[in-house]
């Protein structure tokens, strides 16, 4: 038996069995057709396909008129995909001759063209898979459902295998017993560590060979602490972590009881733990756990997961219902950020050779204006007073990927061009806080010049320390450089949470530094006093703020200052907290 080693993107011990997703969707089960059913599968794949090209067509319809006729174009080449002879003659000669479902003939036909097109490095044939692979998805989800978790060689604690998680599948997995989560590619900042982490689940990510030896059914053990997963472990070992598993549960079910209690420091000071939020369930979760407010609502989800495009009155609807399920506080809605490793199928589509620097967030946003506005709309009616109450909701307004000045005023004149817009109509809508994420060290340089035009900031940790130190933190090969806790990381940290305690600015970290134990105290020491997290990190962060003093934590960053390595200041930092709060151990992760 071998540890298979990964990278740890959401701490705890799970044991449980494999649940394979291979792709984008199950592969389906491969027992062949008889010969008179055959006719009733020709019959299911041709309404597959009448059904998604009526989908596409709305799909371009809508896409055109709310972002523009290029940007919906996208939609007519799917459509031209599924009229293409070639490729529904391969899907038919898969049912007829060799007698497979539907299902099985398209994931055979997957599997050719991909083997033919990884050939190649032309970028144009690569974008034509994605597009195959986009047509199929959505032939697959009119053909049948997912493989269901319930069935009897799959019944009990799940293991998520995949080769990433998608934000359409996110949801799917809301009423199913997952108890892990285990990806081939990706990292701490990936989907499926986004997920995990909202919902307190363990889990491990670039463990590459994963999908090539697990099946259904086998047994998984995830140790999100070290990014360590076990493949039909010996029985030792599957008890030892079984043991674990029960201590983690039991840990956390220790720290939930502490969700009616303030967030205190040990000195008495008190603390804004929010959370960072992506749908209304996640909202829930933050009241739940005691979060005191919304530090992060990553708007992107609702496009990332709607069937086509959400318009006005769609996202104010869904503001509206994340503002009713939250905890009271202050919500911070964040503007569209796609681009990078996040994409719609009208936005962000072109193939760039470093996209994490190229065509994102409000980079798009400026592009497409008249959609950026109805975004802002939005966000600025969902913060009308009520007619009823009076009572104004709590929203602030955040803009990712900021770099200039010239961009901040540029926003500002966006959002008073939304405001003129409603007033002329005659709509009811408030005043938003205008906030600006920290995530480009040209903003962070430049923070004094910033602060005078931003009412709040929040530091995006994660991305702030890929562009710092020019590594993509998703790629193997430069992923050890992403390190929060290297000395220049934390040196423009202190430097952004200084220059805003200054300027009597709020300032919070949104990103999985605020909820990580070994950040959480460095960033305390610094005079941060909001942090957001994944709402399954609340309970963990306010059991630790409970034993952190003003002296020793400052005493720690004064040590940690002599430290020239990440490494240093990793072990360094994992023996004091073992010290300050040694019951945390099981949810401490490098």
């Known amino acids: 038996m071998e540890a298979k080693r990964g990278i740890s993107v959401s701490p705890g011990i799970a044991v449980g069995v494999a649940y394979c997703i291979e792709d984008i969707f199950v592969p389906p089960q491969l027992e062949l057709l008889d010969q008179s059913e055959t006719c009733h599968e020709l019959e299911r794949f041709e309404d597959a396909c009448r059904k998604a090209i009526e989908e596409l067509r709305h799909l371009h319809a809508k896409v055109a008129k709310q972002v523009g006729e290029e940007e919906a174009a996208i939609f007519n080449a799917h459509v031209a995909i599924l009229q293409d002879p070639s490729f529904k003659g391969k899907v038919r000669r898969g049912i007829v001759e060799d007698r497979l479902?539907?299902?099985?003939?398209?994931?055979?036909?997957?599997?050719?063209?991909?083997?033919?097109?990884?050939?190649?490095?032309?970028?144009?044939?690569?974008?034509?898979?994605?597009?195959?692979?986009?047509?199929?998805?959505?032939?697959?989800?009119?053909?049948?459902?997912?493989?269901?978790?319930?069935?009897?060689?799959?019944?009990?604690?799940?293991?998520?295998?995949?080769?990433?998680?998608?934000?359409?599948?996110?949801?799917?997995?809301?009423?199913?017993?997952?108890?892990?989560?285990?990806?081939?590619?990706?990292?701490?900042t990936s989907h499926a560590a986004i997920l995990a982490r909202s919902r307190g689940i363990p889990a491990v990510a670039g463990v590459t060979d994963i999908l090539n030896e697990a099946r259904n059914g086998d047994t998984i053990i995830v140790d999100g602490r070290d990014g360590h997963v076990f493949l039909n472990p010996d029985f030792e070992t599957e008890n030892a972590y079984h043991k674990l598993q029960r201590e983690f549960v039991n840990l956390k079910d220790y720290l939930a009881a502490n969700r009616d209690q303030p967030a205190l420091s040990a000195d008495g000071e008190t603390l804004q733990l929010w959370a960072n939020i992506n749908n209304v369930a996640d909202a829930e979760a933050a009241k739940a756990v005691g979060a005191t407010g919304i530090g992060?609502?990553?708007?992107?989800?609702?496009?990332?997961?709607?069937?086509?495009?959400?318009?006005?009155?769609?996202?104010?609807?869904a503001y509206r219902q994340v503002l009713a399920a939250s905890p009271p506080g202050p919500v911070t809605l964040r503007t569209l950020d796609i681009g990078g490793d996040k994409s719609i199928p009208y936005l962000s589509r072109q193939r760039e050779a470093n996209p994490f620097l190229g065509w994102r967030s409000i980079r798009i946003s400026f592009e497409h204006p008249d959609f950026f506005l109805s975004q802002i709309r939005a966000i600025l009616r969902a913060s009308a007073p009520d007619p009823t109450t009076g009572e104004k909701p709590q929203i602030r307004m955040l803009f990712p990927m900021v770099s200039t000045y010239s961009e901040v005023r540029k926003l500002k004149g966006l959002v008073k061009k939304a405001c003129r817009q409603l007033d002329e109509e005659g709509i009811p809508y408030g005043e938003v806080p205008f906030g600006i994420m920290i995530e480009v060290p040209a903003a962070a340089i430049s923070i004094h010049q910033l602060l005078p035009e931003t009412d709040f900031v929040s530091i995006g940790s994660n991305d702030l320390v890929q562009y710092l130190m020019a590594a993509d933190r998703d790629n193997p090969k430069v992923a050890h450089l992403c390190q929060p806790l290297s000395p220049p990381v934390l040196k423009v940290l202190c430097d952004v949470i200084e220059a805003c305690n200054i300027a009597r600015k709020p300032v919070t970290v949104c990103g999985e530094m605020a909820g990580s134990p070994r950040s959480f105290a460095l960033l305390y020491a610094m005079g941060l006093r909001s942090f957001s997290m994944s709402p399954a990190f609340v309970p963990t962060m306010k059991e630790l703020a409970s034993h952190l003093t003003q002296e020793r934590t400052s005493r720690i960053w004064r040590q940690v200052q002599c430290f020239r390595t990440h490494a240093q200041i990793n072990k360094y930092l994992e023996e004091q907290l073992s010290e300050i709060c040694p019951s945390l151990k099981l949810l401490d992760s490098a």
């Open 296 to 317: 992060l609502f990553r708007t992107e989800y609702l496009f990332l997961t709607h069937p086509d495009v959400p318009d006005e009155e769609e996202q104010l609807e």
């Open 101 to 188: 479902s539907a299902m099985a003939s398209l994931h055979r036909v997957m599997n050719e063209y991909t083997a033919i097109f990884s050939q190649t490095n032309d970028a144009y044939l690569k974008e034509r898979l994605t597009d195959l692979r986009d047509v199929i998805l959505r032939l697959s989800s009119h053909l049948s459902e997912a493989l269901k978790p319930d069935s009897p060689a799959l019944s009990g604690p799940l293991i998520v295998v995949a080769r990433e998680v998608l934000p359409s599948q996110a949801l799917t997995l809301g009423d199913r017993e997952v108890a892990g989560i285990v990806t081939s590619s990706g990292g701490q």
